[in-house]
T-cell receptor, first 111, second 113 residues
Framework: GIQVEQSPPDLILQEGANSTLRCNFS?????LQWFHQNPWGQLINLFY???GTKQNGRLSATTVATERYSLLYISSSQTTDSGVYFC?????????????FGTGTRLQVTL | NAGVTQTPKFRILKIGQSMTLQCAQD?????MYWYRQDPGMGLKLIYY???????DKGEVPNGYNVSRSTTEDFPLRLELAAPSQTSVYFC????????????FGSGTRLTVV
């Protein structure tokens, strides 16, 4: 099956710093999503981005499908950004296609 | 618009007990999924459904059963609970395959003792 690798596995930032999280995947995909799992365990959908660039406030994401990677940018980080960021991809094989998750990047933002 | 609603949020089971995790969505989504997340790991697919009356196994189906009698509801049944089923369970839905993003519920934290 498709492999998803995220880097770095752990990241500690001071409030106000910027960061870039990377997601590499082993095959062409039809769907790529970034999720934030907050410290309470809730999984929040950040971006649906199989290709191109999107921005939402301090967050933006870019997927280069031809080179099989996606980047999540966090600018002016805040303590509420802490948690685990997951990249998940899907290769469309019809009804049997499923979302495959990476192991995540754990982000801690300190004061 | 509630999205995907999971109940209960927390549950402790004794080994050998059974329970049903409830999942309901109000977005008229055809596809629904059950995932489990073990500590420090990503999510793994247990079962999924592409419409009422249709279900299929994911990566880790053993020890679980599902049914889909309506578009809105997709309950997950645990029979004879085991400690290995201690995990956080997430239900998700989407409108269809290809080109549609997933919406996740807030999860059910299950401990089997």
């Amino acid at each position: 099956g498709i492999q998803v690798e995220q880097s770095p596995p752990d990241l500690i930032l001071q409030e106000g710093a910027n960061s870039t999280l990377r997601c590499n995947f082993s095959d062409s995909v039809n769907n790529l999503q970034w999720f934030h799992q907050n410290p309470w365990g809730q999984l929040i959908n950040l971006f649906y981005i199989p290709s191109g660039t999107k921005q939402n406030g301090r967050l933006s994401a870019t997927t280069v499908a031809t080179e099989r990677y996606s980047l999540l940018y966090i600018s002016s980080s805040q303590t509420t950004d802490s948690g685990v960021y997951f990249c998940a991809v899907e290769r469309n094989t019809g009804t049997a296609s499923k979302l495959t998750f990476g192991t995540g990047t754990r982000l801690q933002v300190t004061l | 618009n509630a999205g995907v609603t999971q109940t209960p949020k927390f549950r402790i089971l004794k080994i050998g007990q059974s329970m049903t995790l409830q999942c309901a969505q109000d977005m008229n989504h055809n596809y629904m999924y059950w995932y489990r997340q073990d500590p420090g790991m990503g999510l793994k697919l247990i079962y999924y459904s592409v419409g009422a009356g249709i279900t299929d196994k994911g990566e880790v189906p053993n020890g679980y059963n599902v049914s889909r009698s309506t578009t809105e509801d997709f309950p997950l049944r645990l029979e004879l609970a085991a400690p290995s089923q201690t995990s956080v369970y997430f239900c998700a839905s989407r409108l269809g395959a290809g080109g549609y993003g997933y919406t996740f519920g807030s999860g059910t934290r299950l401990t089997v003792v």
